[in-house]
């Protein structure tokens, strides 16, 4: 446009300003674009929106959270079960061990007809401690008896 010459200022200002039909055109032109891309970005959100709603959260909140109490009360009953089993196992060690001390406890020895005996409270273990006029004592099963050694 620099380079056209107009015969009048008239001309040259019908020359510098664009017809107002072609305005009208473009703005008409411009809404109808904006009002298409608005569409287009509504519709899009609609269906996003209704996407989401579709999502099995939104569809049913309350089943994930029933999962977790599932997977919570098999983990209980694993637990329970496993102290179940581990309580079984420390009865029957304790068991045997009570047997074992039973067994070496000197209490059962002397149940088997043995004695323990001791001079001044200290166990005699060979005759070569003992000397005539010791006092002694001798334990029994079911009792203890005062000696002296002559």
Partial sequence: MADLRAPTPSA????????????EESIINYQNRY????????DFMKLS?????????YREPLEKINEKYINI??????????ISKKTVMLKKDFTNVVTKLDALSPLKT???GYSITKIQGK?????????KGDKISIRFKDGEALAEII
Wanted: proline share 2%.
């Fill in 12 to 23: 040259a200002a019908e020359l510098a300003v664009p017809e107002i039909s072609k305005i």
């Fill in 35 to 42: 009002r298409i891309a608005l569409r287009k970005k509504v």
């Fill in 49 to 57: 929106y209704e996407k989401a709603m579709q999502a099995r959260c």
């Fill in 73 to 82: 009360d098999m983990i209980v009953k694993k637990m329970a079960e496993s």
């Fill in 110 to 112: 002397l149940s088997r």
């Fill in 123 to 131: 166990s005699v273990k060979s005759v070569k401690e003992l000397h």
